[in-house]
């Protein structure tokens, strides 16, 4: 079987709370995870989903990224936030790419940092 995982770009350019950070990674695991192709998603559940946080510096660089997920045939989920607390309305804060096969995703994120 393939390892498979899941990425969430954080934006690290605006100003966001822990907790507002984790509000929006979990908008973004749980939209992919939804996403995700049903025998895809069990094959993750049950390896543990595999997940982790990295760091982007702004929106432009984000969009690549969602661009190459894109042209890779990965899930993703861009998430836009209310702005009911910390942030203007329409923020777009997280990139969610995955689950999906752990080479392909690396090919993408690999040269990112952890958040």
Do not use: F
Not at 21 to 26: E, F, G, K, L, S
Not at 45 to 65: F, H, N, P, R
Not at 70 to 82: C, G, P, Q
């Amino acid at each position: 079987m393939t390892n498979l995982k899941q990425v969430i770009l954080v934006r690290t350019d605006i100003k966001m709370s822990k907790g507002k950070v984790a509000a929006q990674v979990a908008h973004g695991a749980v939209n992919c995870a939804l996403s995700a192709n049903k025998k895809l998603l069990k094959n993750w559940q049950s390896t543990g989903m595999k997940k982790i946080t990295l760091k982007v510096e702004s929106l432009e660089e984000m969009k690549k990224y969602q661009q190459l997920a894109d042209e890779n045939d990965l899930v993703n989920s861009l998430i836009t936030d209310a702005g009911h607390t910390e942030i203007a309305p329409g923020t777009q804060t997280v990139l969610c790419i995955g689950p999906g096969p752990e080479i392909q995703i690396d090919k993408i994120t690999g040269d990112l940092k952890i958040y």
